[in-house]
């Protein structure tokens, strides 16, 4: 029998809450951005079969885990694709592991925003202006 490859057909968008912007802010200086912007664009191509899922509170939320295994993505898939047939992930928490600080972190935005937080950044977007301001700085050493 041959091998059957599953592939997630249905268009993702990543989104990110605005702490979760921040977050990946923070993490530009920490050198780890090109391995967060990998598993992100692994999460857009199959946001329920990356990572691994957490539990209660944060039962609906998975984790991605980086390189060194110190750092996490926690994104909670969404349950339901949206009336247009694309489906959406927003991403919570990126950020160190030590300590559970960043479930920690998840559970309290969790307990602030509630289920339906406006997450509203894609991660194309989010790239590109992570590029732009590259361009600039670049510009501005030359």
């Not at 391995?35 to 209660?56: A, Q, T």
Request: charged share 30%; glycine share 6%; aromatic share 8%.
């Amino acid at each position: 029998m041959g091998r059957f490859n599953c592939v997630y057909t249905q268009r993702v968008t990543v989104r990110f809450l605005p702490e979760a912007v921040q977050d990946l802010r923070d993490a530009r200086y920490s050198g780890r951005l090109h391995l967060i912007f990998k598993k992100l664009r692994m999460i857009e191509k199959d946001p329920s079969g990356v990572g691994l899922p957490l539990r209660h509170p944060l039962t609906m939320f998975r984790k991605v885990v980086l390189g060194d295994r110190t750092w996490r993505i926690v994104y909670r898939p969404a349950a339901t694709p949206n009336g247009d047939g694309t489906t959406d992930a927003t991403v919570w928490v990126i950020g160190d592991r030590a300590d559970d600080a960043c479930y920690e972190e998840a559970k309290v935005r969790l307990e602030r925003l509630g289920n339906h937080p406006d997450a509203s950044v894609a991660l194309d977007a989010l790239a590109k202006l992570l590029e732009s301001r590259k361009k600039q700085r670049e510009l501005d050493e030359s």
